[in-house]
């Protein structure tokens, strides 16, 4: 009787702990501001990307030339700079920023910049046509980055990011592919002969982010359950 009820025990926090494993579809926002935005990637990739401690904090992205031939500076953004296991993948993801004061460029507006991981190696660059915030309806294009596919030439310019979540990528869609890092940029535009400076200064920055970190801590808890039950059931003698 002692047994049977022991293997019960077993079985539901079994069924509980598989139940876990497969609730990973809910995300929650995270704002990144303040002192948080020291913990980002900063690249200045010719310009200067840097935090900035002021009244409040910020993130600045600054170049002397935001032309073809000038600075690109981004902020990114990393599972790991969040204490977040992963960012998902990009049919589930969306971003925005927040401008305490954008300067120059010529009147255009920084862009997010994510990263997916591409199947064969390398990654793949999604580029949003500028805006704080990139959503199902933002237009977007692909760059790739050496991603090793015979797929990596079509730039599908000018596709929302809902169409390029459902648009194949090999035997997988984009959609399906996982976030690697994604950031808010200046620079790289079309600017013609003339060299104009940009600035922006940001001061927030939101992205969801995959409750799978709290899944598999309840996961992680119920199989540690489990294991401190085996050893109290065996020391009392009842598994028998």
Same mark, same amino acid.
């Given at each position: 009787?002692?047994?049977?009820?022991? #293997? =019960?025990?077993?079985?539901?926090?079994?069924?509980?702990?598989?139940?876990?494993?497969?609730?990973?579809?809910?995300?929650?926002?995270? *704002?990144?501001?303040?002192?948080?935005?020291?913990?980002?990637?900063?690249?200045? !990739? +010719? =310009?200067?990307?840097?935090?900035? *401690?002021?009244?409040?904090?910020?993130? @600045?992205?600054?170049?002397?030339?935001? =032309?073809?031939?000038?600075? /690109?500076?981004?902020?990114? *953004?990393?599972?790991?700079?969040?204490?977040? @296991?992963? $960012?998902?993948?990009? !049919?589930? #993801?969306?971003?925005?920023?927040? $401008?305490?004061?954008?300067?120059?460029?010529?009147?255009?507006?920084?862009?997010?910049?994510?990263? @997916?991981? /591409?199947?064969?190696?390398?990654?793949?660059?999604?580029?949003? #046509? %500028?805006?704080?915030?990139?959503?199902?309806?933002?237009?977007?294009?692909? #760059?790739?980055?050496? /991603?090793?596919?015979?797929?990596?030439?079509?730039?599908?310019?000018?596709?929302?990011?809902?169409?390029?979540?459902?648009?194949?990528?090999?035997?997988?869609?984009?959609?399906?592919?996982?976030?690697?890092?994604?950031?808010?940029? &200046?620079?790289?535009? !079309?600017?013609?002969?003339?060299?104009?400076?940009?600035? /922006?200064?940001?001061?927030?920055?939101?992205?969801?982010?995959?409750?799978?970190?709290?899944?598999?801590?309840? *996961?992680?808890?119920? &199989? %540690?359950? @489990?294991?401190?039950?085996?050893?109290?059931?065996?020391?009392? +003698?009842?598994?028998?």
């Amino acid at each position: 009787m002692k047994t049977r009820n022991w #293997f =019960g025990s077993l079985t539901a926090l079994g069924i509980c702990a598989a139940g876990l494993i497969g609730f990973t579809s809910n995300a929650s926002a995270t *704002v990144i501001s303040g002192a948080d935005l020291s913990g980002l990637t900063y690249r200045d !990739n +010719g =310009g200067v990307s840097q935090f900035v *401690v002021g009244s409040p904090d910020y993130a @600045l992205l600054s170049t002397a030339d935001s =032309g073809l031939n000038g600075g /690109a500076p981004t902020v990114y *953004v990393k599972a790991a700079n969040i204490g977040a @296991l992963t $960012l998902g993948t990009l !049919n589930s #993801f969306s971003a925005r920023y927040s $401008l305490l004061s954008l300067s120059g460029g010529n009147g255009n507006q920084p862009y997010w910049l994510t990263y @997916l991981y /591409a199947p064969g190696g390398g990654y793949i660059g999604v580029v949003s #046509f %500028g805006g704080p915030t990139l959503d199902l309806s933002s237009q977007t294009h692909v #760059f790739y980055d050496y /991603a090793t596919s015979p797929l990596s030439t079509d730039t599908h310019w000018g596709l929302t990011l809902a169409q390029l979540d459902g648009t194949a990528y090999g035997t997988t869609t984009f959609g399906q592919l996982g976030v690697y890092e994604s950031g808010v940029e &200046i620079g790289d535009w !079309n600017n013609g002969n003339s060299v104009i400076p940009a600035e /922006a200064k940001i001061g927030s920055i939101t992205i969801p982010v995959p409750d799978g970190g709290s899944t598999a801590g309840l *996961v992680a808890a119920s &199989i %540690g359950m @489990l294991a401190f039950m085996a050893k109290r059931k065996a020391l009392l +003698g009842l598994l028998v």
